[in-house]
């Protein structure tokens, strides 16, 4: 069983930044973050959730939505257990509660779908002002 912590959310005025960190942790002895892919996902009131930015378990690939490149950038540090979100230049309509999901990955890809992922966070609320 894998758990997943999202912090660095808040109330930022538009055009500031912010990140947002996902901390996995396991009881399982052999546990890593190295191998699982990483997808972050929002989801604001009264819309559905959708795809942010995704890495993979290496972090070699990694993909974003189109409303979010050039100004999110996503990292992760495997020895820290921890993925980042970058988020810059935020916009009013990036407010959501953001959430990052794992995926077991066998593969060098990071999935788009949240369907795909295997365990996901409670998440952290990001709230721009205009």
């Known amino acids: 069983q894998l758990q997943l912590v999202e912090s660095g959310g808040g109330l930022v005025q538009s055009g500031g930044s912010l ?3 996902c901390a996995a942790s396991s009881q399982a ?13 929002r989801q604001a009131p009264g819309k559905e959730r959708e795809g942010v930015s995704c890495i993979s378990k290496s972090g070699s690939y990694s993909s974003y939505d189109d409303s979010v490149k050039g100004r ?4 992760r540090d495997n020895a820290k257990n921890t993925v980042y979100l970058q988020m810059n230049t935020l916009k009013p309509e990036d ?3 953001y959430f990052c ?3 077991l ?3 060098t890809y990071c999935p788009q779908s949240v369907e795909l992922y295997d365990y996901l966070g409670q998440g ?6 205009s």
Do not use: C, K, P
């Open 105 to 107: 990955a066998m593969s």
């Open 29 to 41: 002895s052999e546990f890593t973050l190295g191998d699982y892919a990483i997808g972050w996902f």
């Open 19 to 21: 990140r947002l960190s």
């Open 95 to 97: 407010t959501a509660v």
């Open 101 to 103: 999901a794992a995926h």
């Open 72 to 75: 999110f950038t996503i990292n």
């Open 124 to 129: 952290t609320q990001v709230t721009v002002s």
